[in-house]
């Protein structure tokens, strides 16, 4: 595990821009919210969408900071992705709703919700 320090251009940022990978090594961006907690970043997502789907097949994610529409703003970072059970998912669900008030809204939530836990690499 990476402390979130080392990627201290993170902080403070509404986005990230998630890049997943399809089977044939072509990489998938996509901007998200997400939330920082103990070293860790959490992000939500559907169990329905590519993200989900590319992650489970291959776990391996780069990041970077983003504008809400997806154009990068940082450097990209290296990291690690988990697929939370729902027992696990608590922290996740709390940080998120910490930084975002609309997380807070019940209508928000689906059955078909997940949380990704995000461990950086060292560069």
């Not at 590519?50 to 983003?66: E, S, T």
């Not at 992705?81 to 910490?98: S, V």
Request: proline share 3%; aromatic share 10%; with cysteine.
């Amino acid at each position: 595990m990476i402390e979130l320090s080392s990627a201290a251009h993170l902080q403070g940022q509404k986005y990230i821009s998630l890049a997943t990978f399809r089977r044939s090594g072509q990489q998938v961006q996509t901007p998200v919210w997400f939330a920082e907690q103990a070293g860790q970043l959490y992000v939500m997502t559907r169990n329905d969408s590519g993200k989900f789907k590319r992650i489970r097949n291959q776990p391996q994610v780069r990041l970077a900071a983003c504008t809400a529409r997806g154009k990068v703003t940082g450097a990209w970072i290296d990291g690690q992705a988990l697929i939370l059970n729902r027992a696990e998912e608590g922290a996740a669900r709390q940080a998120l709703a910490r930084k975002y008030f609309l997380m807070r809204f019940p209508w928000l939530w689906s059955r078909k919700n997940i949380f990704l836990e995000i461990t950086l690499r060292p560069a």
